[in-house]
């Protein structure tokens, strides 16, 4: 099991940046993907992105192409989450998972490990 610890949301006007990180615990971060989730009031937990455990392949839900990027750093134990361009829809409780595999996914089946969460509020 990893244990998973947010950090950097906070409150941003539209259009602002800001970065969120995830630090990982356990020797297995560096042999599985990680992944991104996001969950606004009223709806489910959705997929914004994920990366797979090398950080070669990466993947990216439509609402956020383009704008966010993920990477992450082995030798940290870490992923990141780079968010630029914000918009209001953006304002979510964002999740950082774990995957059970080594290759990224959209499907929260495949992540077994969550972060507790952090939120991101964008003004308009």
């Known amino acids: 099991q990893v244990q998973l610890i947010e950090s950097g949301g906070g409150l941003v006007q539209a259009g602002g940046s800001l970065r969120l990180s995830c630090a990982a615990s356990?020797?297995?971060?560096?042999?599985?993907?990680m992944g991104w989730f996001r969950r606004t009031p009223g709806k489910e937990r959705e997929f914004v992105t994920a990366?797979?455990?090398?950080?070669?392949?990466?993947y990216y839900a439509d609402s956020v192409k383009g704008r966010f990027t993920i990477s992450r750093d082995n030798a940290k134990n870490t992923v990141y989450l780079q968010m630029n361009s914000l918009k209001p829809e953006d304002t979510a409780v964002y999740y950082c998972?774990?995957?059970?595999?080594?290759?990224?996914?959209?499907?929260?089946?495949?992540?077994?490990?969550w972060g507790q969460g952090i939120q991101v509020t964008v003004s308009s």
């Open positions: 998972a774990a995957s059970k595999y080594a290759l990224g996914s959209e499907d929260m089946a495949d992540f077994g490990s």
């Open positions: 356990g020797r297995t971060f560096s042999s599985v993907a």
């Open positions: 990366i797979s455990y090398t950080g070669l392949g990466t």
